[in-house]
């Protein structure tokens, strides 16, 4: 099974190999909370852009641990790259930019990024 998700103009997409995820967190650092993030992070292996990744430009703030990417045409966030605390690479995928996902019925786990 796999789910898929875009930004708002559909010029970037992307598709995530596994279940869609119950649970999300939602960070209060000074991105995330601006921009009302509800995240998943997934292995970079099950994580594939399908669609617009020469539209892609990247964002970077504090450690430069993630690197926010976000598409030219309409400007909306629909994932992240990164490293894990382990070492792996990561995927923060923006869950409101699935649309088969329920977002009222996640579980939402809140996390104090605006300490770390």
Known sequence: MSYAGSCHCGAVAFEVAGDPPAEAMSCNCS??????????????????????????????????????RFCTECGVQPFSEGTAPDGAETRAINLRCVPSIDLDGLTVQKVNGADF
């Open 31 to 68: 991105h995330c909370r601006r921009k009302g993030f509800l995240l998943s992070f997934v292995p970079a292996a099950r994580f594939a852009v399908t669609q617009g990744e020469a539209l892609l430009k990247t964002y970077t703030f504090n450690t430069h641990r993630l690197r926010h």
